[in-house]
């Protein structure tokens, strides 16, 4: 007579003493020979669960002859595939649907493509990202003219002659098909696209002396990221208003794009904003490639303020990394810059009709009215992380050579390129006093910046605030 001892879960009213005997990593069927049985054993609050006898004649005799005692017939630690097929199915069937809609939706939106329709594109400067987009477009399509307006003949001369943008990328050939100007009339002449890339701060004066070239349709897409000082005016307005058209086509192209990578064809997603849905959809069909994707927003102010204050944040965070604060202080300074940023972008503040009846202005809304969504997309998050962690970031770099103890006169004369954050961080403020928002980190930049605080004093004075409510 045989006795089996299995690992059962115990009746509701016994606790199955079952350890004994098993262990805890498999269970095992003990065979005992029927003339000596196991001693049981009770106890008050344990019992032995056992099942009835099995004979000899049911276990294999290869399995007898090999282990007489004690025969292992099952293993809670063997592993189980069907769980594992169950889940790599639903993968499948997920992964399916997503291509099944992908070429779905291809075929329902096959429309006219724009890049087709389009022979002529002009860049509005010759910095590396106005390159980087120059010669983007031309790859799209090798008969496209594309016009890049500069001022400098030497680089106009060395575009044209060696295919080569010498002062910012020596290394990389650019397509047969960009052509460098110093003739405004001429690069604007017979335009569909034009990119705007001069800095911010001197966009204004720049369009103004240009104005009388440029058609009234002609689409202007911003790669300018910043405020305007003293008059804290964004792109979208700047562009209308320099070139005396209020109706003047506009699209704002950000995300986190570094022009090197661009011109190294790595992949990339950005997104366009207009308020002209067509306009955006144009613009997407322009620019997307297998390389680079395109989302299309409404949102034009929450990409423009986000794109505006990440150079602030990178600032910041690059002050982190030149004091060597550590990584804990770099995630809660991101994230402190993050919530800075959404607070003013998304404010809006209505004077209400009780309030208006003790004033004498009229009714005042003041908002920025950006979408929580589009802060935390392409143009938010996506810019932000790649700005503040990536060394590639002119904004991060002048914070690190800050927080290591340069002076910023001396960091900004040894850079051929422009850190918008600089001159953007002291109109962030300014704006920030207009909608009544407070933002301690991107404050504490705009006071170094201004020679008012050292990084280190700020440092002491961020981390003595109130501890507050994560709001």
């Known amino acids: 007579m045989a006795a089996l001892l299995l690992e059962l879960p ?32 009770f106890t008050p609050t ?38 594992q097929q169950d889940r790599r199915k639903v993968v499948q069937i997920a992964w399916e649907k997503l291509v099944r809609w992908s070429r779905s939706w291809r075929s329902k939106n096959n429309k006219t493509d724009h890049l087709e329709r389009t022979n002529k594109v002009v860049v509005l400067g010759g910095g590396s990202f106005g390159t980087a987009m120059a010669a983007h477009v ?83 897409i911003s790669l300018s990221k910043g405020l305007e000082l003293n ?11 320099a070139l005396g058209n209020p109706y003047q086509p506009f699209v704002s192209l950000s995300g986190p794009s570094f022009a090197l990578e661009l011109m190294n064809k790595l992949p990339t997603a950005m997104v366009v904003a207009s308020k ?10 322009l620019l997307a490639s297998s390389l680079l994707r395109i989302s299309t927003s409404r949102d034009v102010t929450g990409v423009e303020i986000a794109g505006a204050l990440k150079n602030v944040l990178a600032i910041a965070a690059g002050i982190v990394e030149g004091m060597n604060l550590g990584n804990n202080s770099m995630a809660a300074l991101v994230a402190q810059g993050c ?42 998050t996506g810019d932000i992380m790649l700005t503040c962690f990536v060394n590639l970031s002119r904004n991060r770099t002048v914070g690190v050579r800050l927080g290591s103890g340069e002076k910023l006169d001396d960091i900004l004369s040894s ?21 009544n928002v407070k933002m301690p980190v991107l404050t504490a930049v705009a006071r170094i910046i201004d020679n008012e605080l ?12 109130p501890q507050v409510e994560e709001v």
């Not at 959404?342 to 005042?364: D, E």
Request: charged share 15%; with cysteine.
């Open 10 to 41: 115990p009746p509701p009213f016994f606790n199955c003493n079952h350890h004994r005997f098993l262990s805890s990593s498999k269970t095992t069927l003990h065979y005992f020979p029927s003339k000596i049985p196991p001693p049981l054993t």
């Open 46 to 83: 344990t019992t032995y669960c056992f099942l009835p006898t099995v004979t000899s004649s049911s276990i294999p005799e290869e399995e007898d002859k090999e282990e007489p005692h004690s025969i292992a017939v099952a293993s809670t630690n063997a592993p189980d595939e069907r769980p």
């Open 138 to 220: 031309a790859y799209r399509k090798s008969n496209l003219e594309v016009q890049i307006l500069l001022r400098d003949p030497l680089l106009c001369q060395s575009i044209n002659e060696n295919h080569c943008n010498c002062k910012y990328f020596p290394e990389h050939k650019l397509p047969d098909n960009v052509i460098a100007t110093t003739n405004a009339k001429a690069a604007l002449l017979g335009a569909d696209y034009c990119f705007h890339a001069v800095p911010v701060q001197f966009s204004s004066s720049f369009l103004e002396g240009i104005a009388e070239y440029v058609d009234p349709g002609l689409p202007f």
């Open 231 to 241: 008059t804290l005016r964004m792109m979208s307005q700047i562009i209308p208003q």
């Open 276 to 285: 002209d849905k067509k306009l955006a959809h144009a613009t997407q069909q």
């Open 339 to 380: 919530t800075e940023i959404r607070w003013l972008a998304t404010k809006i503040w209505v004077v209400s009709p009780v309030l208006y009846l003790t004033i004498s202005s009229p009714l005042l809304i003041l908002k920025m009215g950006a979408k929580p969504a589009t802060i935390t997309g392409l143009s938010g």
């Open 415 to 435: 850079m051929n390129q422009v850190a918008e954050g600089v001159s953007t961080a002291g109109a962030v403020i300014a704006l920030a006093q207009k909608y």
């Open 454 to 465: 050292t990084p280190k004093k700020a440092v002491l004075e961020l981390m003595s605030l």
